[in-house]
């Protein structure tokens, strides 16, 4: 926890290095004093930060998920297709998560100076809501109640993940409560590059990320409140574009992390990760028949070469340059649709599919509405699917694209299989079944930490048999993994070194990540 400190004092001395000469020179002011910090100034920055989080948060779940796989001609894959995890491994994503979530605390410390700047606490709030809950569901105990207080806190106790969970939907409510007493400003739409200030979709957002608490909570918190804002949920992508751009550094972060830098150069990793057998299975007529969404997620669409994760033989396919994800022909000539629509794309945080499909296992739960009203979410996430993908980087449907005509065509491709078409679904099983899959195959490569935390709730997308090369379609279980688990597969990420190193009393005893669970998962 010491060096997030540190890395929020030095990113407070970045921003205060923009100091006009003249004040510099003015020994009667300390240059180094953070009072120049605005809530103006820091939102945007937390709001970017904490879009960026979803490149490695997405990278953690693809690999286990089987959206990514290592490819051939490259060795050394260590964890990575073992799953026998070290407390070096994607430790950034403690870390980061905390760091995004110190910028929030201190959006919400300017901000409690004037009251006119409410709404940016209860912004703030919502999105440390929500990174909170991806450090629980990643880490399952972690600091709260001590985290985020500086150096007056330097060993924060691990408080009780469903305690965070609670706390988490309480805060939200209270968020929520602020928004609804006041009215947006200018200030606070020029600071937004999420929603542009829009305070409807702020709870709207809140509403959705309170769902998938309860949801995931699965009835083991007992939650103050599980009612929610009578706005509903999100019915759009929730997107954060700063005005990413094709220069250095300001490029959206997932396309530089998996097509090309500003210089037209492809990063080596993207070429050394290719889809597995399991997951194109739901695209190339084996599972289900998905042309349209194939073409919009792969390079070479059914023809993307594949590799189940593991496998480091001789013939083992090498992955496409940029990536297996990519569609276009090279850094110039790209077709704007899918998941990398070019560096200039908005960066998705949660996507509106996430919502419809959240809002349809509540209804299946007696949570919300009824199992007809499933039916219908269910629908619309698909829709929505459809919708992101088929969007361009300007956020626009691209030409020749039609979401809804697309959905029609699938279920009619699909008309017999209750995965898509859940008309023909003859029980909740199968209902909740068919609604996990889709979201599994919704969030290909974009939001792969959702569907590895719902596969470790619900046991859904189904996986069969063992994990062998004979079997490349029924699991994306890496045919080297050394876990011990029943599925062979984590439970868990182990807390990172520097905890160990800072706060070692502090941190649970006893975490193997082969048996420690997740305190909602099966």
């Not at 070019?342 to 945080?349: K, L, R, S, V």
């Not at 029980?427 to 930490?449: C, D, K, R, S, W």
């Not at 905890?499 to 070692?504: D, G, R």
């Amino acid at each position: 926890m010491k060096k997030i400190q540190l890395y929020l004092f030095i990113g407070l001395l970045t921003m205060l290095s923009a100091t006009s000469c003249k004040k510099f020179l003015d020994v009667n002011k300390n240059p180094n004093d953070p009072i120049s910090a605005t809530p103006e100034l820091m939102l945007p920055q937390s709001i970017v930060r904490t879009a960026s989080l979803m490149v490695g948060l997405n990278d953690y779940g693809a690999r286990l998920m089987g959206y990514e796989a290592n490819a051939g001609g490259v060795s050394g894959w260590g964890s990575f297709v073992s799953y026998n995890y070290t407390t070096g491994d994607f430790a950034s994503l403690f870390y980061n998560g905390f760091k995004a979530n110190e910028d929030l605390q201190e959006v919400i410390n300017l901000s409690r100076k004037d009251s006119t700047h409410n709404t940016f606490i209860a912004a703030a709030q919502i999105l440390k809501a929500f990174n909170f809950q991806s450090l629980v569901d990643v880490y399952n105990d972690i600091p709260y109640t001590d985290a985020l207080k500086g150096k007056g806190v330097l060993q924060p106790k691990y408080d009780k993940a469903e305690d965070i969970y609670k706390a988490l939907a309480d805060s939200l409510d209270v968020s929520m409560a602020i928004l609804s007493a006041n009215s947006t400003s200018s200030a606070f739409k020029s600071s937004d590059p999420l929603f542009k200030g829009d305070i409807n979709q702020w709870i709207r957002f809140a509403n959705t990320i309170k769902l998938r608490l309860i949801l995931r909570a699965n009835g083991k918190v007992q939650f103050s409140n599980t009612t929610f804002n009578s706005l509903g949920f999100l019915t759009t992508d929730a997107i954060v574009n700063p005005g990413y751009t094709k220069i250095d550094g300001k490029q959206n972060p997932t396309w530089t992390t998996w097509a090309y830098d500003a210089a037209g150069t492809p990063p080596t990793a993207a070429s050394q990760r290719i889809p597995t057998p399991y997951i194109l299975a739901f695209y190339n007529k084996t599972k289900i028949a998905d042309t349209k969404r194939a073409n919009l997620v792969f390079n070479k669409g059914l023809e993307v070469p594949t590799n189940q994760l593991g496998y480091q033989g001789d013939d083992a396919k090498k992955g496409p340059t940029p990536s297996a994800w990519f569609a276009g022909t090279d850094a110039k000539t790209y077709d704007n649709i899918g998941i990398l629509k070019g560096p200039d794309m908005g960066q998705p945080i949660m996507l509106a599919s996430e919502s419809y499909f959240l809002q349809a296992q509540a209804n299946l739960k007696g949570i919300l509405g009824s199992v007809n009203d499933a039916k219908a979410n269910f629908k619309a996430g698909v829709v929505a699917s459809f919708n992101y993908l088929e969007k361009d980087n300007t956020g626009a449907i691209h030409t020749g694209n039609n979401p809804q005509a697309d959905f029609d065509a699938y279920v009619a491709a699909n008309i017999d299989n209750y995965l898509v078409n859940i008309d023909v679904a003859t029980t909740n099983t199968e209902i909740l079944e068919a609604i996990v899959t889709q979201e599994y195959i919704a969030n290909n490569m974009i939001m792969g930490h959702q569907s590895w935390f719902e596969y470790l709730r619900t046991g859904y997308p189904m996986i069969s048999g063992a994990n062998n090369t004979s079997n490349k379609t029924g699991t994306f279980v890496s045919i080297t993994s050394e876990s011990t688990a029943p599925d062979k597969l984590p439970t868990r990420l182990l807390y990172p070194a520097n905890e160990y190193s800072y706060n070692e009393k502090s941190i649970p005893t006893g975490i193997n990540a082969f048996t420690s669970k997740i305190f909602w998962a099966k």
